[in-house]
């Protein structure tokens, strides 16, 4: 499955922004779907991830309340709606996918995308 990551880009801290992750080459019905965030010289860190059919959700505490993770598997798409963006939100921001496996903040995906770059100013 290829994954393409966008919707990112610049904004002001407090506002929001909304990632999409368009899937192709194969259906996503079978994947848990994650997204994960990397800033300048940090480790890759967990942001989101969703079941197949979206029926649970998980969020690393930085994000909690302020991110929401969805699905439509009829477009084969996977969206991230970030609001009351932080500075240190600013990273690239990937999607990944993991077939056929329970929820996981560990980066043990099979399939990532390509990053998109949110950035935020303060």
């Known amino acids: 499955v290829q994954l393409q990551a966008s919707g990112g880009g610049l904004v002001q801290a407090g506002g929001s922004l909304r990632l999409s992750c368009a899937a192709s080459g194969r259906s996503l019905i079978a994947y848990v779907m994650g997204w994960f965030r990397q800033a300048p010289g940090k480790e890759r860190e967990f942001v989101a991830a969703?079941?197949?059919?979206?029926?649970?959700?998980d969020y690393s505490d930085s994000v909690k309340g302020r991110f929401t993770i969805s699905r439509d598997n009829a477009q084969n798409t996977v969206y991230l709606q970030m609001s009351s963006l932080k500075p240190e939100d600013a990273a690239v921001y990937y999607c990944?996918?993991?077939?056929?496996?329970?929820?996981?903040?560990?980066?043990?995906?099979?399939?990532w995308g390509q990053g998109t770059q949110v950035t935020v100013s303060s």
């Open positions: 990944a996918a993991r077939y056929g496996a329970t929820l996981t903040r560990q980066p043990v995906y099979g399939y």
């Open positions: 969703i079941t197949q059919r979206g029926g649970s959700t």
